[in-house]
């Protein structure tokens, strides 16, 4: 179970504020947040074409489905958790809410466990379903080896970034995805380019940035000192 915040206070714009307002206040930022995300595939894409070469774009093309697959298992947790924390904060019942983010901690670790087992062990058949050839599996596995563990950074990021939104701090959760962007634009060319690690080295960047963005968020929601919960 997460820590419990404070006694202060949930934003209190959420309940008096415009509707109209709140939607700009929150959807601009949401909006942001997304666009910034899109930056990993861009950046990746970009280092890895100029530093490793265009079979190695062609096996990172095989990775697509099988991220938003682990992706979409973060997502379905952490859309409705945040839901029912939205709920339950606008019943005033904190104590429930927060239990349902501690659950939703639970079950995302749990949940996560399994799909990672299961798509490493059957990696292999998975990138050949895909249409991967000898050519381009080897690129694939390279960079899902070390993705495919790291998903758990990324499930805790994306999916209490979700719950950070609905409890009132919309701003606070784009720049959990600006932190992560702008690390991984730093070591792609770093690791790619002056280690030599290759596609491995993208794979590495991306799981230290999105390790930088789930610390971020658990922060925000464990540490007694400040705001930080519900």
Do not use: C
């Amino acid at each position: 179970m997460l820590k419990k915040a404070n006694k202060q206070r949930l934003p209190s714009e959420l309940g008096t504020e415009p509707i109209g307002k709140l939607l700009w206040a929150y959807s601009l930022p949401t909006i942001v947040g997304t666009l910034v995300n899109a930056l990993y595939n861009i950046v990746d894409r970009i280092f890895i074409g100029h530093g490793v070469g265009p079979m190695a774009i062609s096996g990172l093309t095989l990775t697509f489905p099988m991220m938003m697959i682990l992706g979409a298992f973060g997502m379905l947790i952490g859309q409705g958790s945040a839901t029912q924390i939205s709920i339950y904060l606008g019943r005033k019942d904190k104590k429930t809410a927060e239990n349902i983010l501690g659950n939703a901690f639970v079950f995302t670790f749990i949940t996560m466990s399994i799909v990672i087992s299961v798509s490493l062990f059957f990696l292999d058949d998975i990138l050949i379903a895909f249409g991967g050839s000898e050519a381009t599996i080897p690129y694939a596995k390279d960079y899902l080896k070390i993705i495919i563990p790291g998903h758990i950074f990324t499930a805790l990021s994306f999916g209490f970034n979700n719950s950070m939104r609905a409890s009132g701090y919309p701003v606070k959760a784009m720049l959990t995805m600006l932190i992560g962007a702008v690390i991984n634009t730093i070591l792609d060319p770093i690791f790619i380019f002056v280690f030599d690690w290759g596609i491995e080295g993208a794979a590495y960047s991306t799981v230290i940035s999105m390790a930088v963005s789930a610390i971020w968020v658990m922060r925000h929601f464990t540490n007694p000192k400040k705001q930080s919960s519900l």
